[in-house]
């Protein structure tokens, strides 16, 4: 007969089989395990804590509100010059980018015609005053002369005539004698008077002589005013005619630069508004200006107004048609409660979204904005400085952590 049998002591089954296969846990099965629940250990606490989220803190800044466009350098006086005259060119003294002086000779034509017909009038005027006058004084003194003979003549033979000493047809020729006398005095008066200072024939010749005189001074083309060529239109040896224009002559300090600016803007601009320009060439070289007007109307096609700045003073490197680039500073506050432009959405008729963090989540927030400068914008409704608003749009609700981010000031 058997005994009773005797049992073991209970091992847990943990012990067990760390005692049977006491590397089971490295089997990749585990290891994946592992491996999932950090992944979603890590991913529990980040949506806890919220997706990282940059941000920017609105402040009080300096801020500028500016118009910018491209344009070019124009003449504000700009004057093509032409010939008055039909004429060939035989000099021409002048270069393109020239500076003149005003009265200075740019061009000159062939002037031997009215060269010839000057000197043809001023002989004729100076025969007149020193053979014909002289002569015809002469001629007046002895028909005055002769009259008075004749006269005498012929009273001598009316009293002979009345005492029956001479016959009636004796008397008649001298009477007929003095009346000839008289009128030859007549036209010798007449012909003294034409030829006398200031009468008609001098009147004549003179007004000859100015004519010609008129039409060699066309002959030279000279500045009208003081500035710099910009084009040569004829060479030496081309035939001109009258209205031919021969060069372009820009006023001096007559520069202006013609922007134009998208209607949208129009409101924000007026005349005396300061501006900053730099030409493309010359881009190291910044300049001020002045807006001076606006043109009357806009253009239709490209729905834009020209903007006409005045620079103050005028660079030595501009040149006309020179393209440049035009900051025209409208508005300016030395602090205005600030937002970057890349945090606002939906920008329409002077209001726009951003997306705020309310407790630790993404909210949409409507505001009304103010300036609008170059990097950001006033707001005047829906914000207070310390508030935070997104950088980058996220969904609604979305919880997220925000890192601030630095943007500098509008000077």
Not at 43 to 49: G, I, Q, S, Y
Not at 84 to 107: C, K, M, T, Y
Not at 230 to 246: F, H, K, M, N, W
């Amino acid at each position: 007969m058997r005994g009773p049998a005797t049992r073991l002591p209970s091992v847990p089954p943990f012990f067990r089989l760390s005692r049977l296969a006491p590397r089971s846990w490295l089997r990749p099965r585990w290891l994946l395990l592992l491996l999932v629940l950090a992944v979603v250990a890590l991913l529990a606490v980040r949506a806890w804590r919220g997706t990282p989220a940059p941000v920017y803190a609105v402040q009080m800044r300096p801020l500028v509100q500016d118009v910018v466009a491209s344009g070019r350098v124009a003449a504000r006086e700009r004057a093509r010059v032409g010939s008055e005259i039909a004429g060939v060119v035989i000099e021409r003294p002048v270069r393109e980018g020239e500076h003149v002086q005003s009265g200075q000779l740019l061009l000159r034509l062939r002037n031997d015609e009215w060269q010839a017909r000057l000197g043809e009038a001023q002989a004729a005027l100076r025969q007149l005053r020193d053979v014909r006058r002289p002569q015809a004084a002469a001629e007046l003194r002895e028909a005055e002369i002769a009259a008075r003979q004749a006269g005498r003549e012929a009273l001598r033979r009316r009293d002979l005539a009345r005492a029956g000493a001479i016959a009636r047809e004796a008397l008649e020729q001298a009477e007929q004698a003095a009346d000839a006398a008289g009128r030859r005095r007549e036209r010798a008066s007449l012909a003294l008077a034409d030829l006398a200072a200031h009468g008609a024939e001098e009147r004549v010749l003179q007004e000859r002589i100015a004519v010609a005189q008129a039409a060699l001074a066309r002959t030279e083309i000279r500045a009208p005013f003081a500035g710099t060529l910009i084009a040569r239109l004829v060479e030496a040896g081309d035939a001109v005619q009258p209205g031919t224009a021969v060069f372009d002559l820009v006023r001096d300090a007559a520069t202006e630069i013609v922007v134009p600016i998208d209607e949208k803007f129009l409101g924000r601009l007026a005349a005396g508004q300061s501006a900053t320009v730099i030409a493309d060439a010359y881009d190291d070289r910044p300049f001020t200006a002045r807006l001076e007007r606006l043109a009357p109307g806009v253009d239709p096609q490209r729905g834009t107004v020209d903007a006409h700045l005045v620079p103050t003073p005028v660079p030595d490197f501009l040149r006309e048609d020179m393209t440049v680039s035009a900051t025209i500073h409208t508005a300016r506050k030395a602090a205005a409660l600030a937002v970057p432009h890349d945090a606002l959405g939906n920008v329409a008729n002077g209001r726009a979204t951003v997306q705020v963090v309310r407790d630790g989540r993404v909210a949409d927030l409507a505001v009304r904005l103010g300036l609008r400068g170059l990097l950001a914008s006033e707001v005047i409704e829906g914000l207070q400085a310390g508030e935070r608003v997104l950088a980058a749009p996220l969904p609604v609700g979305t919880r997220v952590r925000p890192v601030e981010q630095a943007w500098g000031d509008e000077q």
